[in-house]
């Protein structure tokens, strides 16, 4: 497309620059790719040099020895490996399953009960106290509860015999039959901020006079939270329960901490048995055999959640047009 411009008596052709939809691509690549730059730095090459370790028979000092797939094919006879994965499925139960229940009752009732009855500030406190785990450091929280649990002058079995229920003091860390479920207790309560505020701010776009008419039509809190809360937040329940267990399958922090993977690995998962078989055992390669298979893992579950998203907002769009 032409202009024309009189310059002293003369019409001189302009070229008018008018929207690319190529260049525009081009000019957010490069705001991309700073990004893809840091990414392939701290995640792509040190995933790649990892995996040539697995490969490799090596106690972390002098030179590597070829191995090929000996320590996958270990991996698949180790009982210690699956059992860490079999733990892991508890903490996807304590990280992901239980905070996403709760949390989706607890933002429901702060939301439309505690906001509409006591006011929004009181509703906003709730929520800042309930999310304040999740900004505590993990030691700080691993620490504090060891303090909490420890078997002779814990707070919780210092107050069981003050209630006189000393019967029921245990040693909560150290019983490899209660280890595993006080860790997960632990777990819920520093998981449970998260997805509490995610599903309050998705309810912040949900229409107000679906609950006005729920409630004129005689629906009860749990009729207007099951027709109407579950069905509105879906996408944010989703992304909730794919971003938890990631987190689950990964968990290090917290299990370092309260119990190393003891006692007698009753709390050993895939992150810290890599740990203790890389820096412990110095059993390098098997123990990036080991993380490798779990990024593995974690990436197919990424992917997978990914995609049931995706479907699950196309097939809503495809409702609404």
Known sequence: MTVTVERGGRVTGKQDRSFHPRRARDSY????????????????????MNTGVSLTDWQGVGSPEWAGL??????LDDAEFWESFRHSLFMVVAMAVLPTAVGL??????????????????????RACFYLPQVLPIAVAGIVWSWILAPDD?????????????????????????????????MVWVQL????????????R????????????????WRRFAHITLPQIRP?????????????????????????GGPGGATNVPSYFSFATFFEKTQVGYGAAISTVLTVIILALSLVGLRLQTRAQDAEEGLRT
Request: hydrophobic share 55%; glycine share 10%.
């Open 29 to 48: 690549a490069l705001f991309l790719l700073p990004g893809a730059l840091a990414f392939l730095a701290v995640v792509i090459v040190p995933f790649l």
């Open 70 to 75: 000996a320590n996958y094919r270990e991996l």
């Open 105 to 126: 009752v607890l933002a429901a009732a702060l939301f439309d009960y505690v906001g509409k009855h006591f006011g929004s500030r009181t509703a906003a406190v709730l």
């Open 154 to 186: 814990g707070s919780l079995n210092e107050l069981l015999r003050a209630v006189g229920l000393g019967s029921w003091r245990q040693d909560w860390l150290g019983d490899p039959d209660l280890a595993l479920y006080s860790v997960m207790g632990v």
């Open 193 to 204: 901020g998260f997805p509490l505020v995610v599903f309050m701010a998705g309810l912040q």
């Open 206 to 221: 949900v229409d107000p006079q679906l609950y006005e008419a729920a409630e004129l039509d005689g629906a009860g809190w």
């Open 236 to 260: 944010e329940i989703s992304v909730v329960l794919t971003w938890c267990t990631i987190a689950a399958l990964k968990v290090f922090g917290a299990v370092y901490v309260l119990t190393k």
